[in-house]
């Protein structure tokens, strides 16, 4: 209940837990370190007519991964052509019929056949009928809450990036996250999912921060993962909880939340048993009546749930949650 008051949605009570116990944090990168709302985009290629800015956007606008969504809305042009035919390629790229035209967006090996070079940023490749016309370079803006939410994050746990993108950035993102912090780049859906699974296999248990969309492996494998996302519309079957963008600088009060409501439920257990001993305790001398027990056994009830909802609340309002 303080988490959805929060904007940071639960599949099931478990994934508390999970929260709770995890010691390794996996992030990705475009759309959740970065923030798909201030991106700079820049287009090197051929010409493109109305038409084909138009059909471009009609295409873009299908897909809710952030590249796309940058693209959607770089040629600031509103778009009612019919798309035939989508298909959307995670780690690769999309593509659809747009005013009888074969429309490809996507990496540069995806749409070219050619390898993307290692410092040429987040580059989204266009083709026009299998003919390639140019590409748009996005540059990132990475969130102003990253540094201290690294920097919360990195004293409990492993931090690990995840990025589809090649590693122009990685000087900056070793600044960002710290020299312990595991960067990898060129992660195809699959390697993600692989890296998770050999880090749980070294007894890691796993949360992983994605966009939810070629993350969907990696947050089903991990012990928990979090989509994070602009519109909490866009729901991801695939994650254990889904957390509104801009309440990501909270996490770190979320975690200690989920850890402190771990201890409240072991401290309501530890309570209960006692209670119940010292009951039992009198009642084999014969010292309860049966209308005192019956009086004693629903206070016990009572008791509990005051405890942890007192509790959970009054830990929420210290920390303005």
Known sequence: RILGRNR??????????EIANANSIVFDKTGTLTTTREQD????????????QQAVTALAAQSIHPLSKAIAQYFNVKSNMRVQGFR????????AYVNAQLITLG????????????????????????????????????????????QELGKNHRLSVLSGDNSAERHYLKQLMGEEALLLFRQQPEDKLNFIHQQQLKGNTVMMIGDGLNDAGA??????????????NNFTP??????????????????RLCRANRNIVIASF???????IIGIFFAVQGGLSPLIA????????????????????????????
């Open 219 to 232: 947050l089903r494998q991990s012990n928990v993962g979090i989509a994070i996302t602009e519109d909490t």
């Open 41 to 52: 985009v820049e287009y090197e290629g051929r010409p493109l007519t109305l038409a084909l």
């Open 270 to 276: 530890v309570l209960s048993i006692l209670y119940n």
């Open 107 to 150: 990496s540069s090996k995806h749409v070219t056949g050619i390898p993307e070079k290692e410092n040429a940023g987040s580059s989204v490749f266009l083709a026009v009928d299998g003919e390639f016309y140019g590409f748009f370079r996005v540059k990132n803006r990475y969130r102003e809450c990253v540094p201290q939410l690294v």
């Open 238 to 255: 695939a994650s254990d909880a889904i957390l509104e963008a801009s309440q990501l600088p909270k996490l770190p009060l979320f975690i």
């Open 294 to 321: 019956a009086i004693l056994m629903p206070a016990s009830s009572l008791s509990i749930v005051t405890l942890t909802f007192g509790c959970s609340n009054w830990l929420a309002a210290r920390w303005k949650l």
């Open 8 to 17: 940071f949605y639960l599949r099931g009570a478990q994934a508390i837990e």
């Open 88 to 95: 959307e390629v995670p780690g690769k790229g999309v593509e």
